[in-house]
Structure formats: C-alpha cells, structure tokens
C-alpha cells in the first residue's frame, strides 16, 4: 500500500495521474470525497469490483455506488435517467446525493450485486473530480472501510483499516461533510430516500415528489445495504437521555459524547460536539475513531435532537448503537 499526499491540490497532478493508472490497471485507490473516504475500483472491470468486497469484507449482495465526473458519464450507466433523476442531479450535483436508477445492460452486474438497479453519485471534492476525470472509467467506491465499521473520514482511518487490501491512498486530509451521502431512489413517480444524509427529506421534498418515510422491510428490500448494525465503532455504543441511563460506569473504561451537556460525573472522558447537524455530522466519525483509538470500551452518546436536519445522525448512531 501506498501513501499519497495530495493535501496540496496544486501539487497533485503526478500523484493522480499515478492513481488514475492504477485503477485502469484494475487496482484499488482509497481516496476523498467531500463525505467520506471512498474505496475505488474501474466499475468497469468485474475483477476490480471482486477486489473491492474482498477488500471489505462486504457481503455480496450488498451493492456499490459508482462515482462519476459529469451527468454525460452518468446517463450513460442508466437505462433511463428519469425526469426525478434530472431534478434531483440539477439540484445537488456534484454533492453528497446518490442517486439508484434502472441499470443500463453494459455495465457489470457485480457492482449493483446482480440488482436491475444502479447508484451513481458525482461527489464535490476537487482531489476525488481529478481521479475521476483522469480515470476516464466509472468508479465504484464504497465507503473504504471493513464492511459494518466506522466509515473514514482520514485517510489514516482508511490505511489503519484495510492496510494492504487497497494500493493507492490518496491522502487529501480530513473529508468536509463527515457521514455517508443521502441515498434516493428515482427509477419511480416518487422519490424514495433509502438513506438519510445531510442532504434532508425537507431539501429533497423541495425539488422533487417524495414518498412517506418507508417501513424497514421495504427498505432493506430495495437498498440491501440497510443492515441493522452498520457504522458502528469497536467501543460498544449506547445511547442517553438522562446521565443516570448510562450502566456499568464503574466497571468499564467510558467516554461520553454530549452535545448540550459539559462532562459527566464518572466518565474518563467527554468530548461535546457542536449542537448544529451538519457541524456535528462534520465531527462525528473523526470522534468515534479517536475513543476507539485511545482504548475505551464504551462510548456513551447524548441522544441527538428530533427534527429533519438530525435524521442523518440519529440514523447512523441508531445503527450503531444496534446489538444483534
Ligand atoms: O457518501 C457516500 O455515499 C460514500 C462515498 C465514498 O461516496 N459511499 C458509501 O458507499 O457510503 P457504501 O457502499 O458504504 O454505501 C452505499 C449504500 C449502501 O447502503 C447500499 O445498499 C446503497 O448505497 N446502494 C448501492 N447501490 C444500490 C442500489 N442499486 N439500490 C439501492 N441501494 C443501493
Ligand atoms: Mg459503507
């Protein structure tokens, strides 16, 4: 595995087009994006896509989304960029939106894990628009982490992570957004959001029709991707409202992560996020790596606020709070 620094962007060219070769080669490159650090493969190459859920350790029948350059390249996946698709693309590409449309009849069944269906995203990140448009290839990335982990969000989350299983990080410092892309489903009359990001239900309802929220049967149906536990740190999580929730403190090493609250009375450790959405979602899986970095054996998290801009967050702390 190999190290790139690409945190001066004006210096970047050699190493991504060094990266670039690399995919073309049918080889894995971890690299940024504005949410989080993708784990890329020529979504061209079946070998390539093989690769990445050996790498992760991803069951296979849990599909990738592909990353493109432009809506051109985009379309050209699809059987039918629908009218929803055109919206939706207008509005927040490039940005942390994935969209799943019908899959055009070229493009590898491994990548949507034999589903008649695509996921295509053009993330906002200058280092990920350069290997993307240098690649010259539709690439398949996945969050770069072992499947049911903390997503990274460094790029020394990722090599601590998959070490010798990818052979390019491209090193662009931490990611902007923090958690995983709003995932929505515009093959249909309306829109389906199968997972929440920072990118709310109120922003996509704006633009486009929008189903009621689904049940979790429909969901894991249509985005198989949907496990239970997911996101998840090696510290056991668990979620309070009220300090006197959090059990077993005198005997297991806690840190606690607040958001209204100071510090607690008995935890080694609390780091208080910010009480804004998008700037705790900024923070968030930074913060689970470094607890599970220094040791603890529990983290204990202030149960984030009701409302449409915490739903992304509340979401992924519940997946990772889930035992079972
Ligand atoms: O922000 C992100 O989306 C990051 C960056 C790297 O782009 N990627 C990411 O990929 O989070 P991954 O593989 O960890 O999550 C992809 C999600 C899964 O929940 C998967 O089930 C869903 O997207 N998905 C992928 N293809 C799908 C499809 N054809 N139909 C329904 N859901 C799909
Ligand atoms: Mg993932």
């Known amino acids: 595995m190999k190290v790139l620094d690409v945190r001066d962007q004006a210096h970047a060219g050699a190493s991504i087009v060094e990266a670039a ?5 049918g080889g894995l490159v971890a690299f940024p994006t504005e949410t989080v650090y993708g784990l890329g ?17 991803r069951p296979s029948w849990n599909p990738l989304i592909v990353h493109v350059a432009a809506i051109e390249a985009a379309r050209e996946l699809t059987m039918r960029f629908t009218p929803l698709a055109e919206k939706l693309a207008v509005a927040f590409w490039p940005g942390p939106l994935t969209i799943v449309l019908d899959r055009a009849p070229g493009v590898p069944t491994e990548v949507s894990a034999g589903l008649p269906s695509i996921a295509i995203r053009i993330p906002n990140q200058p280092i990920a628009r350069m290997l993307l448009e240098a690649a010259r290839v539709p690439v398949a990335a996945p969050s770069a982490n072992r499947s049911t982990e903390l997503s990274p969000t460094r790029a020394e989350h990722v090599s601590r992570g ?18 995983e892309s709003t995932v929505v489903d515009a093959t249909g009359e309306l829109a389906v959001i199968l997972r929440p990001g920072t990118i709310t239900r109120a922003q996509i309802e704006a633009v486009v029709p929008t189903a009621a929220g689904s049940s979790v049967s ?10 239970e536990r997911h ?12 300090t006197d929730e ?33 700037q705790y979602a900024a923070e968030l899986y930074e913060t689970l790596h470094e607890l599970d970095q220094q040791g603890f054996a529990q983290i204990a998290v202030e149960r984030p606020p009701s409302g449409d801009a915490w739903e992304a967050v509340r979401d992924r702390l519940g997946r990772a709070a889930h035992r079972g």
């Open 41 to 57: 493969g020529n979504a061209a190459d079946p070998a390539a896509i093989r690769r990445i859920y050996e790498a992760k350790g």
């Open 218 to 227: 429909d969901l894991h149906r249509r985005s198989p991707g949907q496990m």
């Open 21 to 25: 070769a690399v995919l073309r080669r």
């Open 162 to 179: 998959l070490g010798d299983a990818v052979d390019v990080i491209l090193d662009g410092g931490p990611t902007r957004v923090g958690i």
């Open 246 to 278: 959090i059990s077993s403190l005198q005997s297991v090493r806690t840190a606690a992560v607040t958001h209204t609250l100071d510090s607690i009375d008995g935890v080694a450790r609390t780091v208080r996020l910010p009480d804004d959405a998008l």
């Open 231 to 242: 996101y998840a740190p090696r510290a056991r999580l668990i979620l309070f409202e009220q």
